[in-house]
Each structure stands twice: as structure tokens, then as C-alpha cells.
């Protein structure tokens, strides 16, 4: 369910019975497109989260702790000026819009009250989180709009705030049977669900399938074939969920799909899902940090990391560009033994040879068959000098191919690397993982090395964690998610006994169950391969081929990139990834 009118009317109820007369201790900027009050009343602290995203943009109560940035934005700090130690006398939903207006009571620099109102304005990606004067003066912005985004409305400081064009929608909670029929007797022949959500503010489109289906009238049946009592039971079941909302008699749940998985969310019981498995929640702000949890975060470190998957992704190309130009100077080379040959042959018969000729045919004493072999000839050198000439070419090419040996090898070896990088950016569960491979990243010339100072080296000494799970038979299997966990995994953490897991020839995560040294059981080797799996670039493929050997038969090159170690004793298994499997194994923090 869209964050509609009457989830965003739970949001609000809540709001209001916890902070009306708080005060604003701190705001916060997390990221570029959020912000965090903290607000303290009646002794009690709350953390209200309003983030403009364009994924999933929101308001509501949080206990999720966020870095902040060490210099405050500037929409922080205008936000900090004037409603630091503000007093929040009211939140509103104006026309049962999506949008929330916070006011908040402060003195000003003039020593006087002043009311200055925070906007959140949820629109998709046009959402928005504005600061706005008693005078209706837009103060600030966390997005700006110029005219040249906007033709319609500007979002500058100073300009003058407007609502939203109105798309001549109604106010539901203002309606009455007489509207409602004129509604449907006026329209254009459309859907009954489609009318209502499209004549209605703060009606989803599945709010609006509930109305119906609520009144058992087909969603899609079309509005002129509509009876008078229909449209009359219809207004009726759009009516109860007026009342709920007015008796502020929510009901926030999530609804899972038969394979257990999230389907939607309601803050009201919706007929359409009784045969569904439903979780309740205590508050909207409880469901909506636990629907959006890994949905916000997934979006979060795909922006942090779009620079780093674009960077590496370039250089892969690079090198599958630079493998491509030497597998065809191999195939160009293929045949330099020959040029030796030619050689050889033009110098045992070189009194039979003139000057002057363009070809000739020589019989091979090299070949068993002895059969002729065609030379061709420059008929402006001598004969030796031809000789001298395919003896040269042929080193030439002799050198070359020794050359390519040792650059095919780097630039695989490089290929890979990336490969495993970019395996590892794909696969970050936070913040800190993003922060490890950009080091790492540095540390190995891809990317400038940033300059740290005191208060940047104090948050960097916080690291991210290999992930940790417990197999069925309790053994402790651990994950590394980048190249520099894997080292520390492989290299400092395990002991010689300890099984080490990878895919074969394929970028991956290393994988190591500790033994204790104990035999470890296949149904433990089973999981632990299929957590190497999982988290490779094959991921999403059958059969896919892991190799897993004793930790004591590991070691790493000198020279060696971040994550890249050898072994010849091993033994292959061929693991289709199992994400059921997975899901169901213990994974600790």
C-alpha cells in the first residue's frame, strides 16, 4: 500500500499524541535528502525521520542510528537556526492531501515568538522537505527547484510558498452520498476502482479495490454499468473507512504472500487479505521502519556506491578490451615458428637462390615427409638478406609472445580482482563495507586516496564484520564481504584445519567453517558451499563449481592483489545456490 491520505492521517494521529508541545533538541542531516528531529516531551525522546527519497519517501518515529556527516548541510543548519528549542504546536494534513506541515514555535532573532512551519510534501521523486516564515516565505529547501525543473512552482528561498497544483480531486472526509453519485454519474466510462482513486485525495489505487470489493462490486467493472444500489453500497464501504479513520481506529499490518514473503501493508483490515498471513504492529512508525528497513537501505548504498560500480565496471571493460586486442595478437603470432623455419631453409640452400625472385619452394629436412614448402621472397634483397629478414621477424614475434605471456597473466589476474570488487560492492550490507572497498580501491591505485582528518580517522576505526552464520550442526561459518575481509578470513583468522570455501575461477566471497578441530559434517560442507555460491558472481546460476580445501593448503603470492591466494589440493563440489537454505540458517551480528 502507497503511503496514502489515511496511512499518512495513522502517521499524524500518532505524531500528534506523542509530540504536540515537545521541543526540538537537535536536527540532524543524515543523507542529502533527510533529516532527523530529535524532540523531547514529558520526559520522554523521539527521533522522527522525514526522508524525501525517491524510492521510499516517509515520515515517522525511528530508533535506526545514522552516521552524520562531520559538517553539517546547509538545509541542517537553517533548520537548526530556527527550530532548535522550538515548541511543536501543531501537525497537519491539508485537503487530506499527501502532505504534512509541522509547526513550530520559536523566538526569533528579534527576541519575539514566530511560527515557522516544516513542510513534507510526498510526491515520488518530486518529494520534498521545505522551511517556510508565519509571512508564507520559503526560508529553505532540502531540493531546490528552479524555474527551469518547474515552469509550474518554484522551491527557492525567498519565493513564496504554494501548495501543489491540485489535480481537482475531493476531499474524502468531506464528501456525502449526493457528490459521490454525481461522481460516478459524470465520469467517463472507466473503471469503478480507477474513479474512485482518481476523484478521491489520499486514495490508493488497492484502497480503492478494498472499497469495492468491500461492497462486492467487481474493481473493474465499468462505471455506467453501475446499478444505483451498487453505487449506493459502494459510497457506503468508502463511508466505513472514512469513520475508522475519523474514530482514529487504526490497525497497522503487514500482509505476506503464501511463500512468506512481504505483499503489502494496511493500516486498516482489509477484506481482500483475510485468507493471508498478517504481522500487527503496536504503531505505523514500527511497521513502516520494519517494511522499509532493507527496501531504504538497499537504496542507500546503491547511491553510495553508483560512483564505484560505474569506476570498476569501466575498468573491466578495459581489460576484457585489452584481453580481446592479446588473444589477437596470439592468433596474429601463432605461426612464428614458421618465420624460423623460412629462415633455416633459405640459408641451407642459399647458393640456389637469386636475387630477384619473389618465391620458392624448398623441401622441409625438418619434416619427416619431406614435403616443399612455398617461401616467398623480396626480390630486392639477397638471399641472406631475406634469411635475416624472417630470422628477425621471428624474434621479434618471440619476444612479443613471451611479453603477452606475462601481460595475459597480469591482466587476468586484474580481471578477476575487479570482478571480485565489483561481486563485493553488490553484495554490502552497509556503510562500512562501501568505505572498506573504496580504501581498498586506493590502496591499489584505482581511486584517489582521501585525506583524513582527526574527526574522518575516529569514524574510519569503526570496521565492518564477515558475516556469521551457524550451520545445522552448529559449526561457525564465516563470509567475508570484500577482498580485504577475505584476506583477513583466509590469512590471520583461520587455522590450518579449518575449511576454506571459493568458486572456481570465479569471482566470489571466501568462506571459512571453523573445525575446532572436529570432522566436519557434509550436511556443514553442504551450507558452507552453498554460502560460496551465493555470494559469487554466480549467484543467480546451476551447478555452479566450489572448490574447498584445508585453510593449512592456502596461500597467497607475494605481490598478490587484495582477496587472490592459490592452493593445488582441493576437492570440487557443484552447488546450485539455495537462498531458502540460507534464509533458514542462523546468521548472527
Same mark, same amino acid.
Given at each position: 500500500?502507497? /503511503?496514502?491520505?489515511?496511512?499518512?492521517?495513522?502517521?499524524?494521529?500518532?505524531?500528534?499524541?506523542?509530540?504536540?508541545?515537545? *521541543?526540538?533538541?537537535?536536527?540532524?542531516?543524515?543523507?542529502?535528502?533527510?533529516?532527523? #528531529?530529535?524532540?523531547?516531551?514529558?520526559? +520522554?525522546?523521539?527521533?522522527?525521520?522525514?526522508?524525501?527519497?525517491?524510492?521510499?519517501?516517509?515520515?515517522?518515529?525511528?530508533?535506526?542510528?545514522?552516521?552524520?556527516?562531520?559538517?553539517?548541510?546547509?538545509?541542517?543548519?537553517?533548520? *537548526?537556526?530556527? #527550530?532548535?528549542?522550538?515548541?511543536?504546536?501543531?501537525?497537519?494534513?491539508?485537503?487530506?492531501?499527501?502532505?504534512? !506541515?509541522?509547526?513550530?514555535?520559536?523566538? +526569533?532573532?528579534?527576541?519575539?515568538?514566530?511560527?515557522?512551519?516544516?513542510?513534507?510534501?510526498?510526491?515520488?521523486?518530486?518529494?520534498?522537505?521545505?522551511?517556510?516564515?508565519?509571512?508564507?516565505?520559503?526560508?529553505?529547501?532540502?531540493?531546490? =527547484?528552479?524555474?527551469?525543473?518547474?515552469?509550474?512552482?518554484?522551491?527557492?528561498?525567498?519565493?513564496?510558498?504554494?501548495?501543489?497544483?491540485?489535480?481537482?480531486?475531493?476531499?474524502?472526509?468531506?464528501?456525502?452520498?449526493?457528490?459521490?453519485?454525481?461522481?460516478? @454519474? %459524470?465520469?467517463?466510462?472507466?473503471?469503478?476502482?480507477?474513479?474512485?482513486?482518481?476523484?478521491?485525495?489520499?486514495?490508493?489505487?488497492?484502497?480503492?479495490?478494498?472499497?469495492?470489493? +468491500?461492497?462486492?462490486?467487481?474493481?473493474?467493472?465499468?462505471?455506467?454499468?453501475?446499478?444505483?444500489?451498487?453505487?449506493?453500497?459502494?459510497?457506503?464501504? #468508502?463511508?466505513?473507512?472514512? @469513520?475508522?479513520?475519523?474514530?482514529?481506529?487504526?490497525?497497522?499490518?503487514?500482509?505476506?504472500?503464501?511463500?512468506?514473503?512481504? #505483499?503489502?501493508?494496511?493500516?486498516?483490515?482489509?477484506?481482500?487479505?483475510?485468507?493471508?498471513?498478517?504481522?500487527?504492529?503496536?504503531?505505523?512508525?514500527?511497521?513502516?521502519?520494519?517494511?522499509?528497513?532493507?527496501?531504504?537501505?538497499?537504496?542507500?548504498?546503491?547511491?553510495?556506491?553508483?560512483?564505484?560500480?560505474?569506476?570498476?565496471?569501466q575498468n573491466i571493460e578495459r581489460c576484457a578490451k585489452k584481453k580481446e586486442i592479446q588473444q589477437?595478437?596470439?592468433?596474429?603470432?601463432?605461426? *612464428?615458428?614458421?618465420?624460423?623455419?623460412?629462415?633455416?631453409?633459405?640459408?641451407?640452400?642459399?647458393?640456389?637462390?637469386?636475387?630477384?625472385?619473389?618465391?620458392?619452394?624448398? !623441401?622441409?629436412?625438418?619434416?619427416?615427409?619431406?614435403?616443399?614448402?612455398?617461401?616467398?621472397?623480396?626480390? %630486392?634483397?639477397?638471399?641472406?638478406?631475406?634469411?635475416?629478414?624472417?630470422?628477425?621477424?621471428?624474434?621479434?614475434?618471440?619476444?612479443?609472445?613471451?611479453? &603477452?605471456?606475462?601481460?595475459?597473466?597480469?591482466?587476468?589476474?586484474?580481471l578477476l580482482y575487479l570482478e571480485s570488487v565489483l561481486n563485493s560492492v553488490q553484495t554490502c550490507? $552497509?556503510?562500512?563495507?562501501?568505505?572498506?572497498? *573504496?580504501?581498498? &580501491?586506493?590502496?591499489?591505485?584505482?581511486?584517489?586516496?582521501?585525506?583524513?582528518?582527526?574527526? %574522518?580517522?575516529?569514524?574510519?576505526?569503526? @570496521?565492518?564484520?564477515?558475516?556469521?552464520?551457524?550451520?545445522?550442526?552448529?559449526?561457525?561459518?564465516?563470509?567475508?564481504?570484500?577482498?580485504?575481509?577475505?584476506?583477513?578470513?583466509?590469512?590471520?583468522?583461520? @587455522?590450518?584445519? $579449518?575449511?576454506?570455501?571459493?568458486?572456481?575461477?570465479?569471482?566470489?566471497?571466501?568462506?571459512?567453517?571453523?573445525?575446532?578441530?572436529?570432522?566436519?559434517?557434509?550436511?556443514? /560442507?553442504?551450507?558452507?558451499?552453498?554460502?560460496?555460491?551465493?555470494?559469487?558472481?554466480?549467484?543467480?546460476?546451476? &551447478?555452479?563449481?566450489?572448490?574447498?580445501? /584445508?585453510?593449512?593448503?592456502?596461500?597467497?603470492?607475494?605481490?598478490?592483489?587484495?582477496?587472490?591466494?592459490?592452493?593445488?589440493?582441493?576437492?570440487?563440489?557443484?552447488?546450485?545456490?539455495?537462498?531458502?537454505? =540460507?534464509?533458514?540458517?542462523?546468521?548472527? $551480528?
Open positions: 500500500m502507497a /503511503l496514502d491520505g489515511f496511512t499518512l492521517s495513522n502517521i499524524i494521529y500518532e505524531l500528534k499524541s506523542n509530540i504536540i508541545g515537545g *521541543r526540538v533538541d537537535k536536527v540532524y542531516q543524515p543523507e542529502k535528502d533527510e533529516i532527523i #528531529l530529535q524532540i523531547r516531551n514529558k520526559g +520522554n525522546a523521539y527521533k522522527l525521520l522525514l526522508t524525501a527519497n525517491a524510492s521510499s519517501p516517509r515520515l515517522h518515529f525511528t530508533s535506526i542510528q545514522k552516521e552524520n556527516p562531520i559538517n553539517a548541510p546547509l538545509f541542517c543548519m537553517v533548520l *537548526r537556526k530556527h #527550530l532548535s528549542s522550538g515548541k511543536i504546536i501543531d501537525i497537519t494534513q491539508p485537503k487530506f492531501e499527501r502532505i504534512v !506541515n509541522i509547526q513550530v514555535e520559536s523566538i +526569533n532573532e528579534l527576541g519575539d515568538y514566530s511560527v515557522k512551519t516544516l513542510i513534507f510534501e510526498i510526491m515520488g521523486k518530486h518529494s520534498n522537505i521545505i522551511l517556510i516564515d508565519d509571512k508564507n516565505n520559503i526560508l529553505e529547501s532540502i531540493k531546490h =527547484i528552479s524555474f527551469d525543473k518547474s515552469s509550474v512552482r518554484e522551491i527557492l528561498p525567498s519565493r513564496s510558498y504554494s501548495l501543489p497544483p491540485s489535480q481537482n480531486k475531493k476531499n474524502p472526509l468531506e464528501t456525502n452520498f449526493k457528490e459521490f453519485m454525481d461522481i460516478i @454519474k %459524470n465520469s467517463m466510462p472507466t473503471k469503478a476502482q480507477q474513479i474512485i482513486y482518481k476523484s478521491y485525495n489520499g486514495i490508493s489505487p488497492i484502497l480503492a479495490s478494498e472499497i469495492c470489493i +468491500n461492497a462486492n462490486v467487481d474493481p473493474s467493472i465499468n462505471t455506467e454499468e453501475l446499478l444505483d444500489n451498487q453505487i449506493e453500497d459502494l459510497y457506503k464501504s #468508502l463511508d466505513k473507512i472514512i @469513520k475508522l479513520n475519523l474514530q482514529e481506529k487504526f490497525n497497522p499490518q503487514i500482509i505476506y504472500n503464501e511463500n512468506d514473503t512481504v #505483499l503489502d501493508f494496511t493500516v486498516f483490515d482489509f477484506t481482500m487479505f483475510n485468507n493471508l498471513e498478517k504481522k500487527y504492529f503496536s504503531s505505523i512508525s514500527e511497521l513502516l521502519e520494519f517494511f522499509y528497513k532493507s527496501k531504504d537501505l538497499t537504496y542507500r548504498l546503491n547511491q553510495k556506491s553508483q560512483d564505484l560500480k560505474k569506476l570498476i565496471s589477437k595478437t596470439l592468433k596474429d603470432i601463432e605461426n *612464428r615458428d614458421n618465420l624460423k623455419l623460412y629462415g633455416e631453409l633459405i640459408t641451407s640452400n642459399i647458393y640456389a637462390i637469386k636475387k630477384g625472385m619473389t618465391k620458392v619452394k624448398l !623441401n622441409n629436412f625438418y619434416s619427416e615427409n619431406f614435403e616443399e614448402v612455398e617461401i616467398r621472397l623480396d626480390p %630486392n634483397l639477397t638471399p641472406a638478406e631475406n634469411a635475416q629478414k624472417y630470422f628477425k621477424k621471428y624474434n621479434k614475434e618471440k619476444r612479443t609472445f613471451i611479453a &603477452l605471456q606475462e601481460q595475459i597473466k597480469q591482466n587476468n589476474e586484474e550490507s $552497509d556503510e562500512y563495507d562501501i568505505k572498506e572497498i *573504496r580504501a581498498e &580501491l586506493a590502496e591499489q591505485g584505482f581511486l584517489k586516496r582521501q585525506k583524513n582528518n582527526k574527526n %574522518n580517522k575516529q569514524k574510519s576505526n569503526k @570496521k565492518s564484520k564477515p558475516l556469521h552464520f551457524i550451520s545445522s550442526d552448529g559449526f561457525h561459518i564465516y563470509v567475508g564481504k570484500n577482498n580485504t575481509q577475505n584476506d583477513e578470513l583466509t590469512l590471520r583468522f583461520a @587455522k590450518s584445519l $579449518d575449511m576454506w570455501f571459493h568458486t572456481k575461477d570465479i569471482a566470489g566471497s571466501h568462506v571459512i567453517v571453523v573445525s575446532d578441530g572436529k570432522d566436519i559434517p557434509n550436511s556443514t /560442507l553442504n551450507e558452507a558451499a552453498n554460502l560460496a555460491a551465493y555470494y559469487s558472481k554466480a549467484t543467480n546460476s546451476s &551447478l555452479v563449481p566450489v572448490d574447498y580445501t /584445508l585453510k593449512k593448503f592456502i596461500k597467497k603470492p607475494n605481490g598478490a592483489k587484495p582477496g587472490m591466494v592459490i592452493y593445488e589440493t582441493n576437492k570440487t563440489a557443484y552447488i546450485t545456490p539455495d537462498e531458502k537454505l =540460507i534464509e533458514h540458517m542462523e546468521k548472527l $551480528d
